[in-house]
């Protein structure tokens, strides 16, 4: 199962397990210990009050009272000295003992608030950075939902301060609204090919979220490319007549997304399993697209996959084509992406973590 980021007061998540920064009494505080005991209800303080205290880097459980999970899971994160005092080490232990307590008790599913980024002081970008090396580890060799659930919009340092390189690069590629606006017209008015690739589905700017409803209009919908029949080429295509056998016709069917991705999977020489925990994709949409040739997947799963498979960006262009979509200056979130498949980077947890400071759609599911 995949890991999820979300923006969200984590009373508020209905899962098996939520999880509380606690401090070592297990007596409460503010922050988000604070919020839990408040909507849990007095139940959970006594509860506590059984449990004795809590080392730094371990974790309790306790029932969720009132809230609308099972268990909250009671761990204690370090206190921020200077990163030379074992910080990360007893973060990792805070993460490791909760996955732990939650494994045991049989959770599916999971939410996390970012351990000691609060009163404890531990930098945001580091707290987030060593979370999601906990997920991702545990994701590799286990089956579990896990949300990372952020609070305040500075919990995500924002793009611009954790990710500069990224931030240029965006500058540097993006191209505004208007102008893919100016040239769409232009094409429209035949004044010749655009330059620009324009996807209507994936320009992402808050300039294009105002303009365009987040549903892909009709005319560019991606289903409505895969129910088609492929051809591989035009020529080959005014070769077709009536009279040529269906199997010949069936012949100049391109291969569909499910074909490419589960030939790319054979040739990386990666299990079914290794492929889909890299792409952050649960095992039962796998089991879908695997056996529904046509499938017509998300253009973030599509991404997500070319990103486990460590495909170059022209073989991730022609994965993408399979569904029915290509990457665009005009949308930030191809951007981004683009940004690190050009750079080496196929940690789909790091990709994720500059998507969400950027406010942008995760890839995944
Ligand atoms: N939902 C999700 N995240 C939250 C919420 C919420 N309702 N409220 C705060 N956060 P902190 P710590 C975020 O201070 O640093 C307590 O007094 C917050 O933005 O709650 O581990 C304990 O009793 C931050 O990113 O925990 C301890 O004494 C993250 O949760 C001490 O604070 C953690 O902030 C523990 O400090």
Same mark, same amino acid.
């Given at each position: 199962?995949?890991?999820?980021?979300?923006?969200?007061?984590?009373?508020?998540?209905?899962?098996?397990?939520?999880?509380?920064?606690?401090?070592?009494?297990?007596?409460?505080?503010?922050?988000?210990?604070?919020?839990? *005991? $408040?909507?849990? %209800?007095? &139940?959970?303080?006594?509860?506590?009050?059984?449990? !004795?205290?809590?080392?730094?880097?371990? @974790? =309790?459980?306790?029932?969720?009272?009132?809230?609308?999970?099972?268990?909250?899971?009671?761990?204690?994160?370090?206190?921020?000295?200077?990163?030379?005092?074992?910080?990360?080490?007893?973060?990792?232990?805070?993460?490791?003992?909760?996955?732990?307590?939650?494994?045991?008790?049989?959770?599916?599913?999971?939410?996390?608030?970012?351990?000691?980024?609060?009163?404890?002081?531990?930098?945001?970008?580091?707290?987030?950075?060593?979370?999601?090396?906990?997920?991702?580890?545990?994701?590799?060799?286990?089956?579990?939902?896990?949300?990372?659930?952020?609070?305040?919009?500075?919990?995500?340092?924002?793009?611009?301060?954790?990710?500069?390189?990224?931030?240029?690069?965006?500058?540097?590629?993006?191209?505004?609204?208007?102008?893919?606006?100016?040239?769409?017209? *232009? $094409?429209?008015? %035949?004044? &010749?090919?655009?330059?620009?690739?324009?996807?209507? !589905?994936?320009?992402?700017?808050?300039? @294009? =979220?105002?303009?365009?409803?987040?549903?892909?209009?009709?005319?560019?919908?991606?289903?409505?490319?895969?129910?088609?029949?492929?051809?591989?080429?035009?020529?080959?295509?005014?070769?077709?007549?009536?009279?040529?056998?269906?199997?010949?016709?069936?012949?100049?069917?391109?291969?569909?997304?499910?074909?490419?991705?589960?030939?790319?999977?054979?040739?990386?020489?990666?299990?079914?399993?290794?492929?889909?925990?890299?792409?952050?994709?649960?095992?039962?949409?796998?089991?879908?697209?695997?056996?529904?040739?046509?499938?017509?997947?998300?253009?973030?799963?599509?991404?997500?996959?070319?990103?486990?498979?460590?495909?170059?960006?022209?073989?991730?262009?022609?994965?993408?084509?399979?569904?029915?979509?290509?990457?665009?200056?005009?949308?930030?979130?191809?951007?981004?992406?683009?940004?690190?498949?050009?750079?080496?980077?196929?940690?789909?947890?790091?990709?994720?973590?500059?998507?969400?400071?950027?406010?942008?759609?995760?890839?995944?599911?």
């Amino acid at each position: 199962m995949p890991l999820l980021l979300v923006r969200n007061d984590i009373t508020k998540m209905k899962c098996d397990a939520i999880v509380n920064a606690a401090n070592n009494n297990l007596r409460g505080g503010g922050g988000v210990d604070g919020a839990i *005991r $408040r909507a849990a %209800g007095i &139940g959970l303080l006594a509860e506590c009050i059984t449990l !004795g205290k809590c080392e730094t880097g371990k @974790a =309790k459980v306790t029932r969720g009272y009132r809230l609308p999970c099972k268990y909250v899971i009671h761990a204690v994160g370090p206190i921020w000295k200077d990163g030379e005092h074992g910080e990360e080490e007893l973060l990792r232990s805070a993460y490791k003992e909760s996955l732990a307590i939650a494994l045991k008790k049989g959770c599916e599913s999971i939410a996390f608030p970012l351990i000691s980024a609060g009163a404890y002081g531990y930098p945001k970008d580091k707290a987030m950075k060593v979370a999601f090396d906990c997920f991702s580890e545990f994701l590799l060799e286990h089956e579990m939902l896990i949300y990372l659930v952020i609070f305040d919009k500075e919990s995500t340092a924002l793009g611009e301060k954790l990710f500069p390189n990224i931030a240029k690069y965006i500058d540097d590629n993006y191209i505004g609204i208007k102008r893919v606006m100016a040239e769409k017209r *232009r $094409r429209d008015e %035949g004044f &010749g090919n655009v330059s620009v690739p324009f996807d209507f !589905g994936n320009a992402k700017s808050e300039c @294009a =979220k105002n303009i365009f409803d987040s549903e892909v209009p009709k005319a560019v919908a991606p289903a409505a490319f895969s129910s088609l029949p492929k051809f591989h080429s035009s020529a080959k295509y005014d070769t077709v007549s009536l009279g040529d056998s269906l199997e010949e016709a069936l012949s100049m069917i391109d291969e569909s997304f499910s074909e490419m991705l589960l030939r790319k999977i054979d040739e990386k020489g990666m299990t079914d399993a290794q492929c889909y925990k890299k792409a952050n994709i649960d095992r039962k949409l796998f089991s879908k697209i695997r056996s529904t040739p046509n499938y017509h997947p998300k253009k973030k799963t599509a991404l997500a996959f070319a990103v486990a498979l460590e495909l170059s960006l022209p073989e991730t262009e022609e994965l993408l084509l399979k569904a029915g979509y290509s990457l665009t200056k005009s949308s930030r979130f191809d951007i981004i992406v683009e940004y690190h498949i050009k750079n080496g980077i196929y940690d789909i947890f790091r990709i994720n973590e500059a998507l969400f400071s950027f406010d942008e759609d995760l890839l995944g599911p």
